[in-house]
C-alpha cells in the first residue's frame, strides 16, 4: 500500500492563474485556428470569448471553493457537457455566426462547443489537462483543411502552452511525493529542533528547492528543449515531406465549406437562383479557390442570369418553354444550352481540367459552351455535378464525398471572328425569351444605351460603343458603397455614384445591350484576372478575389460573346480588380506572414545568441574552486575503474582506492600514483586553485588515458 | 493519469503525420513534426535521466514490528548532465511484509555529489531480511515518459524485533520461591549483589529508593539485585514444522514471539532470568537492557523449522534450568509428546505453565483447519492433569 500525500500548505500543490492562463490560451488558440481555418473569423471569436469566460469562471470556482467536494465532480460535469454538446450538436451548429460548422463539419463544430463549454468545468488538474484533448483534435482538423497558414505557428504556441502546464502538474505531483516520501516532515522536525521553524510550507519547498533538487534540470534546460524542437520542426517538417512526397497525398480531403457569407458573395448565396447587385464592399481574400487548366485564360461561367429586377438578377424563367409563333421552325427546339452551342458556326474544340480546392463555390464553373456528357469527374462518373438547363454545373456533394478534379470539353467560336448582328428576339427559342426582355431595363438606363449607341451600325457596334460608354463613366472600385434601398442599382452606378465592380459593370452591360436589341446575360463565375499559376505551373490558380462577373451578348454564328466593361474601366487605387479587399484577415495578409518568419527567425536568433552568451559568460566568469578538482578526480576515478576493473566505495580515500586499483594499472600505475597524489594535494591541501592547476590534471588525465589506451593497442 | 496522457499524446503525434502523409498537407507535417520531436525529446530525457547512477543505501540495522523505517539512499552521478528528477523503488524481499510504503523522494542526481533521497515503511513481521539492487524511475520534465531501470547494490541487512503483545494474566502462584514471587515483587532485593537502578514499579519497596537518581532524575529509581539463581523463567515456543497457523504478519508463532518479548521485559524488570532453551546457549549475563536486545535478536529469528515435537524440546530445557525454575510453553496445536514431556518435568520441580492457543481463531482463509487445536478442552485438561497450569492466551488485537 503507498501512502498517500498528507494534508500540507495548499500554495505549492494548488493550481494557480498560471494554469488557467496557460489552459485558457491554449484552449483559444485551438478554437481561433479553427474558427478561421473554416473561414469565419466571426466563429473564432466567439469561441474564444466563451473559452476565456469559462476558464475565468473555473479560476474563480477553483479560487473560492476549491476546498469543497463539489469541486470533485468536474470530471462528471465534463462528461455531461460532452454528451450535451453531441445530442444538441445542430443546434449548436446553428448558433455560430456565418454558421462555418455545415453538415460536413458538424463534427469540428461540436468539437468546438466541447472545449468552449467545457472550459466552464475544469476545476482539477485532470480536466485542466483534458482539454488538451480537444484543442489536439481540432488542431488535426486546421491540419487536414490546410487552409490557415499561421496554424503552424499557433500550434508551437499551443504546444509551449501544453508543455508548461505538463511541467507544472508534474512538479505538484513531484512536490507531493516530497510530502509523501516525509522527506518534509523531517525537515519541519530538523527547523522545530532547531528552533528556525517556518509556517510556510513555501520554505520547505526552498529547503528541498536547495536541497535534493538543486542539479534538476531547470527552465534553462526547457528552453534550450524548446528551441530546438522548434528547430527540428521548421527544418524537419519541410524536409520529411519531401521524403515522403512520392506516397504523400493518397487521400483528398476537401477544405471547408465557404461560410454563407462567403458563398453569397461570390455567386449569389446560398439560393443560386437569384443573385443580388450593388452590395457595397465584399470580404473577398487571396486564398485560392479553384484551379484550371486550358488552352488560355477563359472566363469560367458558374451561373447564369436573364431576369432583372431592381434586387438584382433572376435565371432565366425555364418554364417557359413555348416558343413565339414563326419561330419554332427556324431554330432548334431545346434548352438554353443546345441553342447557345448551336449557334457558333465554326466551333472550335478545347479541352479543360477544373480543381475545386473550396466546393463552396457550389458550382463548376467552365468555359465556352460543354456539351451534353461533357464533364466528367477524373477517375470515374460519380455525378457530383449535375448539368443545369444553361450549361453551367451544379455541385451536388454528400457527407464524405470527396472532390475530384472535373475533366471536360467544350467548344468555342474559332478565333479570328467578329460578331456583326446579334441573335434576334423572335429567333430565340421560348426558353431563351428572357435574355431579349427589354421591358425590365430601367428607362434612364434604356436612354442611356440609346444615347451611346447614335452611329452604331451594327450590333457589335453598338455593344462596344455600350462597353466604352460605361468603362468611361464609371471607376471600378471594389470598396464602393452599396446602393441605397430602393433605387435601381444601374442607375444608380450609371448616373448617380459612377462606381462600382464587376457586378454592376456586368449588369450595366447586359441591359443596355437589351434595351438597344441585344438578347444579354449576367453571368457569374472566376476569370484569372491576377494570371497566378499553380504551384506546377500547368493551371491557373484563381482566388476569391477572382471570383468576377460580366455581360453576355448573344450574336449570330459567334453565340455568347463576353462583354466585361470592367476592362477598360479606370481603378481607384485600393480598389483595383482582383485585388483582395480589406476583409483578409490580418493573419493572411503578406506583411502579417513576413513578419512571423521574420519574428520566428529572431526569436531562434535570439535564443542561439541568448544561449551562447550565457555559456560563455558562465565559463569566463566561472573561479576554478576545490569542487572543479573533485570533478576531475572524479574522471580520473573513473578512468582508473575502467583500467582496473574496479570500482571506487564512496567510503574509501583517493589513496585507498589507487592501492586497491593499482594492481590493474600495470605500467600505467606509476603515472597514476604522481597522479593521484597531485589529486589529494589540490583537494585537501590549503593551496588556493587556479584555471591552471585545473588544466594540468585535466591534461595529466588525458596522458593517462592515452598512454593506458596505446599499451592497450599494442599488446 | 499522465502517463496516459503520454500515451495518448503519443497516438495523436502518429496520426497526425500519418494523416500529413496520406493529405501531403504542409501544416500537418509541422504540427505532427513538433509533436513527434516533443515527444522524441521527453523520451530521451526520461532515458537519460536513469543512466549513469550510482547508489549506496543505508537501513536501519534493527527495527521494531510497526515502528516507521526510514531508508536513505545517496544517489551520485557518473555523467556531467543535468537531468530531471529520479525516484528510486528500492528491491526489499517479498518476505518483508510492510504497509504505509511510501514513495522515494525525488531527487535530481548531481555529478560526483552525493544527493541523498529516502523512503518510509512500517514493517509488519518480525525477521532478518536482507536485499540488494534498485530500480531507478526517471521520467522527463513534463512527466509524459516514464523509464526504468535496475541497479544493483551492495546489499542492505535489517532485523525486524517483534513487536512486544501485552497480556494480562494471572500466572499461578507456584511452591515455593519462584516467578510467582518475582511477579508479585516480593523477590525483588533477596539477591545481595546489586545490579543497578532501575525505574520504580508498582510492587517495589520503598526501603530500595535510590534517592539520589530519583532525585537528579525526577523520577522515583529503586535499586535493583540480582534475583538469584532460583529465579528462572524460561519460554519455549512451538517450533515443530507445520505448526506456525495463520496468514500474513498474524501467525501464531508471531504472536507468540510477540507474547514472548513482552513477558520477558517484564521479568527483567522485575529482575529474573529468562531463558529460551533450544535456541540459545546458556551465558545469559548483562544489564536488562542487554539481555532484552538479546531476545529481541533471538525472536527476530525464530522459525517454525524443526522437526522435533515439543516434548522432546522441553525434556532437553529440564537439562539446563534449576530446579524452582518456571517453564513457560506456548503451543498452538495439540503435542501429545508435551503431555508425558511436563509430567516428567514437574516431577523434577520445574513450573510449567501452559500457554495454549486456540487455532482456530488463526485467519486462514479458504483452508480447513488441520490440526488439533491446543486449546481444545480435552488437551487443557490432559496438561492441567500431569500438573501444568494453563493459560488460555488471547489471540484479539494482534494487528500491529
Given at each position: 500500500m503507498i501512502r498517500s500525500a498528507t494534508a500540507q500548505p495548499q500554495q505549492e500543490r494548488v493550481y494557480g492563474p498560471i494554469d488557467y492562463l496557460l489552459t485558457g490560451v491554449y484552449a483559444c488558440l485551438a478554437a481561433y485556428s479553427t474558427g478561421v481555418s473554416v473561414g469565419s473569423s466571426s466563429a473564432a471569436w466567439m469561441f474564444v470569448g466563451i473559452i476565456a469566460a469559462g476558464t475565468l469562471f473555473s479560476f474563480l470556482v477553483q479560487w473560492l471553493i476549491?476546498?469543497?467536494?463539489?469541486?470533485?465532480?468536474?470530471?462528471?460535469?465534463?462528461?455531461?457537457?460532452?454528451?450535451?454538446?453531441?445530442?444538441?450538436?445542430?443546434?449548436?451548429?446553428?448558433?455560430?455566426?456565418?454558421?462555418?460548422?455545415?453538415?460536413?463539419?458538424?463534427?469540428?463544430?461540436?468539437?468546438?462547443?466541447?472545449?468552449?463549454?467545457?472550459?466552464?468545468?475544469?476545476?482539477?488538474?485532470?480536466?485542466?489537462?483534458?482539454?488538451?484533448?480537444?484543442?489536439?483534435?481540432?488542431?488535426?482538423?486546421?491540419?487536414?483543411?490546410?487552409?490557415?497558414?499561421?496554424?503552424?505557428?499557433?500550434?508551437?504556441?499551443?504546444?509551449?502552452?501544453?508543455?508548461?502546464?505538463?511541467?507544472?502538474?508534474?512538479?505538484?505531483?513531484?512536490?507531493?511525493?516530497?510530502?509523501?516520501?516525509?522527506?518534509?516532515?523531517?525537515?519541519?522536525?530538523?527547523?522545530?529542533?532547531?528552533?528556525?521553524?517556518?509556517?510556510?510550507?513555501?520554505?520547505?519547498?526552498?529547503?528541498?528547492?536547495?536541497?535534493?533538487?538543486?542539479?534538476?534540470?531547470?527552465?534553462?534546460?526547457?528552453?534550450?528543449?524548446?528551441?530546438?524542437?522548434?528547430?527540428?520542426?521548421?527544418?524537419?517538417?519541410?524536409?520529411?515531406?519531401?521524403?515522403?512526397?512520392?506516397?504523400?497525398?493518397?487521400?483528398?480531403?476537401?477544405?471547408?465549406?465557404?461560410?454563407?457569407?462567403?458563398?453569397?458573395?461570390?455567386?449569389?448565396?446560398?439560393?443560386?437562383?437569384?443573385?443580388?447587385?450593388?452590395?457595397?464592399?465584399?470580404?473577398?481574400?487571396?486564398?485560392?479557390?479553384?484551379?484550371?487548366?486550358?488552352?488560355?485564360?477563359?472566363?469560367?461561367?458558374?451561373?447564369?442570369?436573364?431576369?432583372?429586377?431592381?434586387?438584382?438578377?433572376?435565371?432565366?424563367?425555364?418554364?417557359?418553354?413555348?416558343?413565339?409563333?414563326?419561330?419554332?421552325?427556324?431554330?432548334?427546339?431545346?434548352?438554353?444550352?443546345?441553342?447557345?452551342?448551336?449557334?457558333?458556326?465554326?466551333?472550335?474544340?478545347?479541352?479543360?481540367?477544373?480543381?475545386?480546392?473550396?466546393?463552396?463555390?457550389?458550382?463548376?464553373?467552365?468555359?465556352?459552351?460543354?456539351?451534353?456528357?461533357?464533364?466528367?469527374?477524373?477517375?470515374?462518373?460519380?455525378?457530383?455535378?449535375?448539368?443545369?438547363?444553361?450549361?453551367?454545373?451544379?455541385?451536388?456533394?454528400?457527407?464524405?464525398?470527396?472532390?475530384?478534379?472535373?475533366?471536360?470539353?467544350?467548344?468555342?467560336?474559332?478565333?479570328?471572328?467578329?460578331?456583326?448582328?446579334?441573335?434576334?428576339?423572335?429567333?430565340?427559342?421560348?426558353?431563351?425569351?428572357?435574355?431579349?426582355?427589354?421591358?425590365?431595363?430601367?428607362?434612364?438606363?434604356?436612354?442611356?444605351?440609346?444615347?451611346?449607341?447614335?452611329?452604331?451600325?451594327?450590333?457589335?457596334?453598338?455593344?462596344?460603343?455600350?462597353?466604352?460608354?460605361?468603362?468611361?463613366?464609371?471607376?471600378?472600385?471594389?470598396?464602393?458603397?452599396?446602393?441605397?434601398?430602393?433605387?435601381?442599382?444601374v442607375s444608380y452606378f450609371l448616373f448617380t455614384s459612377h462606381q462600382g465592380y464587376c457586378d454592376l459593370f456586368a449588369s450595366a452591360s447586359a441591359l443596355c445591350a437589351r434595351a438597344v436589341g441585344i438578347p444579354s446575360r449576367y453571368v457569374t463565375g472566376f476569370y484569372p484576372i491576377l494570371g497566378k499559376r499553380t504551384d506546377d505551373g500547368k493551371a491557373w490558380a484563381m482566388s476569391e478575389s477572382e471570383a468576377h462577373a460580366w455581360g453576355e451578348l448573344f450574336f449570330k454564328d459567334i453565340g455568347w460573346v463576353v462583354f466585361d466593361a470592367t476592362e477598360g474601366a479606370a481603378e481607384v487605387p485600393g480598389g483595383s480588380r482582383g485585388q483582395a479587399t480589406g476583409s483578409d484577415a490580418w493573419y493572411r495578409q503578406n506583411w502579417f506572414k513576413t513578419a512571423l518568419d521574420g519574428s520566428i527567425a529572431a526569436v531562434v536568433l535570439a535564443g542561439l545568441l541568448f544561449a551562447g552568451l550565457f555559456f560563455r559568460k558562465s565559463v569566463r566568469s566561472r573561479v576554478p574552486s576545490r569542487e572543479d578538482v573533485g570533478r576531475e578526480y572524479a574522471r580520473f576515478a573513473f578512468l582508473l575503474q575502467k583500467l582496473s576493473g574496479r570500482r571506487r566505495l564512496p567510503s574509501q580515500t583517493p589513496d585507498e582506492y589507487l592501492s586497491a586499483a593499482e594492481r590493474g594499472l600495470g605500467s600505467s600505475a606509476p603515472l597514476a600514483r604522481d597522479l593521484n597524489s597531485r589529486f589529494v594535494n589540490a583537494l585537501y591541501s590549503p593551496l588556493s586553485i587556479d584555471s591552471g592547476l585545473l588544466k594540468e590534471l585535466r591534461n595529466a588525465t588525458e596522458q593517462l588515458r592515452t598512454q593506458a589506451r596505446s599499451k592497450g593497442e599494442a599488446q | 493519469m499522465r502517463r496516459v496522457a503520454g500515451f495518448a499524446l503519443s497516438l495523436a503525434s502518429l496520426f497526425l503525420v500519418l494523416v500529413a502523409i496520406m493529405l501531403d498537407s504542409q501544416t500537418l507535417f509541422y504540427m505532427g513534426t513538433a509533436l513527434v520531436a516533443t515527444l522524441l525529446a521527453c523520451r530521451a530525457q526520461a532515458w537519460l535521466a536513469v543512466r549513469g547512477l550510482r547508489f549506496e543505501r543505508v537501513a536501519p540495522e534493527a527495527v521494531r514490528v510497526g515502528e516507521l523505517v526510514t531508508v536513505e539512499v545517496t544517489v551520485w552521478s557518473e555523467h556531467k548532465i543535468r537531468r530531471p528528477l529520479v525516484a528510486v523503488i528500492d528491491s526489499l524481499p517479498l518476505k518483508l511484509q510492510m504497509v504505509d510504503r511510501s514513495p522515494s523522494l525525488p531527487v535530481a542526481p548531481a555529478y560526483d555529489l552525493p544527493v541523498r533521497t529516502q523512503y518510509q515503511f512500517r514493517a509488519l513481521r518480525r525477521g532478518k531480511f536482507r536485499w540488494s539492487g534498485l530500480n531507478v524511475i526517471g521520467t522527463d520534465a513534463l512527466g509524459l515518459i516514464t523509464m526504468k531501470k535496475h541497479y544493483t547494490t551492495s546489499p542492505a541487512e535489517m532485523t525486524v524485533f517483534p513487536r512486544p503483545i501485552p497480556i494480562s494474566i494471572d500466572i499461578p502462584m507456584a511452591a515455593g520461591w519462584g516467578i510467582s514471587e518475582a511477579e508479585s515483587g516480593n523477590s525483588r532485593g533477596a539477591g545481595i549483589e546489586p545490579r543497578g537502578i532501575r525505574e520504580y514499579t508498582s510492587g517495589d519497596s520503598l526501603r530500595h529508593v535510590h534517592w539520589r537518581s530519583s532525585a537528579r532524575s525526577r523520577k522515583l529509581q529503586v535499586k535493583e539485585f540480582e534475583a538469584g539463581s532460583h529465579a528462572v523463567a524460561a519460554f519455549l515456543l512451538q517450533r515443530t514444522r507445520g505448526t506456525d497457523i495463520g496468514l500474513g504478519p498474524e501467525t501464531s508463532l508471531d504472536l507468540m514471539c510477540g507474547h514472548a518479548a513482552y513477558l520477558s521485559d517484564m521479568f527483567l524488570r522485575q529482575g529474573v532470568g529468562v531463558q529460551f532453551p533450544g535456541l540459545e546457549m546458556g551465558g545469559y549475563r548483562g544489564s536488562a537492557g542487554e539481555r532484552l536486545s538479546e531476545i529481541d535478536e533471538l525472536l527476530a529469528s525464530v522459525e517454525a523449522d524443526t522437526d522435533d515435537n515439543m516434548g522432546t524440546h522441553l525434556l532437553r530445557a529440564k537439562m539446563d534450568l534449576p530446579p524452582g525454575s518456571t517453564i513457560f510453553t506456548f503451543a498452538v496445536v495439540a503435542d501429545p509428546s508435551l503431555v508425558p514431556a511436563i509430567a516428567e518435568v514437574t516431577h523434577a520441580g520445574i513450573q510449567v505453565i501452559a500457554m495454549v492457543y486456540d487455532a482456530a481463531l488463526f485467519h486462514m482463509p479458504g483452508k480447513k483447519m488441520p490440526v488439533l487445536s491446543a486449546g481444545s478442552a480435552d488437551f487443557v485438561s490432559q496438561l492441567e492433569n500431569v500438573g501444568a497450569k494453563s493459560v488460555m492466551m488471547p489471540v484479539e488485537g494482534t494487528s500491529a
Open positions: 476549491g476546498d469543497q467536494p463539489v469541486t470533485k465532480y468536474d470530471g462528471l460535469m465534463y462528461l455531461a457537457v460532452g454528451i450535451a454538446t453531441f445530442a444538441f450538436r445542430e443546434d449548436l451548429a446553428k448558433m455560430v455566426p456565418d454558421q462555418p460548422f455545415a453538415e460536413q463539419l458538424l463534427h469540428t463544430g461540436t468539437l468546438c462547443w466541447l472545449l468552449a463549454l467545457g472550459s466552464f468545468f475544469t476545476w482539477r488538474d485532470g480536466t485542466l489537462l483534458f482539454q488538451a484533448v480537444p484543442s489536439i483534435a481540432l488542431f488535426g482538423m486546421v491540419g487536414a483543411f490546410d487552409t490557415f497558414k499561421a496554424a503552424p505557428a499557433l500550434f508551437f504556441a499551443f504546444l509551449v502552452c501544453l508543455a508548461t502546464l505538463f511541467a507544472r502538474a508534474h512538479r505538484r505531483q513531484m512536490i507531493e511525493q516530497a510530502e509523501a516520501s516525509g522527506y518534509k516532515a523531517m525537515l519541519a522536525r530538523e527547523e522545530e529542533a532547531s528552533g528556525n521553524a517556518s509556517e510556510k510550507g513555501g520554505a520547505r519547498l526552498q529547503a528541498i528547492l536547495a536541497g535534493p533538487w538543486k542539479w534538476m534540470a531547470g527552465p534553462e534546460w526547457a528552453l534550450a528543449s524548446a528551441l530546438a524542437i522548434v528547430l527540428i520542426s521548421l527544418l524537419g517538417a519541410p524536409a520529411l515531406r519531401v521524403v515522403l512526397k512520392p506516397i504523400a497525398g493518397s487521400i483528398k480531403v476537401p477544405p471547408p465549406p465557404l461560410t454563407l457569407t462567403q458563398a453569397a458573395s461570390l455567386l449569389g448565396g446560398s439560393d443560386t437562383s437569384r443573385v443580388t447587385i450593388g452590395r457595397g464592399p465584399q470580404r473577398l481574400g487571396e486564398r485560392v479557390v479553384i484551379t484550371a487548366e486550358m488552352d488560355e485564360k477563359r472566363y469560367l461561367r458558374a451561373r447564369t442570369y436573364g431576369v432583372y429586377s431592381a434586387s438584382g438578377w433572376e435565371i432565366a424563367n425555364q418554364n417557359r418553354t413555348s416558343a413565339p409563333v414563326g419561330a419554332l421552325n427556324a431554330v432548334p427546339a431545346g434548352g438554353i444550352d443546345e441553342r447557345s452551342a448551336s449557334e457558333i458556326a465554326r466551333k472550335t474544340p478545347i479541352t479543360f481540367k477544373i480543381t475545386l480546392i473550396d466546393p463552396g463555390v457550389g458550382s463548376v464553373p467552365v468555359p465556352g459552351e460543354v456539351p451534353n456528357q461533357g464533364l466528367v469527374e477524373e477517375g470515374g462518373r460519380r455525378n457530383l455535378a449535375a448539368r443545369r438547363s444553361d450549361g453551367t454545373y451544379q455541385l451536388q456533394l454528400g457527407i464524405g464525398d470527396v472532390l475530384p478534379p472535373f475533366v471536360g470539353r467544350a467548344v468555342v467560336p474559332a478565333p479570328n471572328q467578329t460578331p456583326k448582328e446579334a441573335v434576334q428576339a423572335d429567333n430565340l427559342p421560348g426558353s431563351m425569351q428572357d435574355y431579349a426582355d427589354k421591358s425590365v431595363v430601367p428607362e434612364d438606363v434604356a436612354a442611356f444605351a440609346r444615347e451611346v449607341t447614335k452611329g452604331a451600325k451594327t450590333d457589335y457596334e453598338k455593344a462596344m460603343a455600350i462597353k466604352q460608354a460605361i468603362e468611361r463613366t464609371c471607376l471600378y472600385n471594389l470598396k464602393a458603397p452599396a446602393t441605397p434601398a430602393n433605387v435601381d442599382p | -
